[in-house]
């Protein structure tokens, strides 16, 4: 629980560098607000109401809210390890690209 969550939070430094770098100079502030306003909407906001309805619509019970903050972390954190593996090459190759147009 608390501990991943730790450990996701120290990846937004990286997100957000790693997002700078392949965004072209002249849309780098839209991109980086867009990138905040999903990460604050649909992450920090979305969450809790997530959590919420699973405790009232699905387990239909308050004392089983472990398990509404369970499931959709045990489900949407691989789907976003799965979505960053598979954006990983896509990433390293436009990498190569920006550094092969410096030279």
């Known amino acids: 629980g608390s501990v991943s ?4 939070g120290m990846g937004g430094a990286a997100q957000n560098a790693a997002l700078q770098i392949v965004t ?10 867009l ?10 906001s979305f969450a809790p109401v997530l959590n919420a309805l699973i405790t ?12 509404a903050i369970f499931w959709p972390a045990a489900v949407f954190r691989p789907l ?20 092969a147009l410096e030279r």
Request: hydrophobic content about 55%; cysteine-free; glycine content about 8%.
């Open 5 to 8: 969550s730790f450990y996701l």
């Open 24 to 33: 072209p100079t002249e849309l780098r502030g839209k991109i980086t607000a």
């Open 35 to 44: 990138y905040l306003f999903i990460y604050a909407v649909v992450g920090v």
């Open 56 to 67: 009232d619509y699905v387990l239909r019970s308050e004392t089983l809210i472990r398990w």
């Open 80 to 99: 976003a390890l799965a979505a960053a593996w598979l954006g990983l090459a896509a990433y390293g190759r436009e990498v190569a690209r920006l550094k």
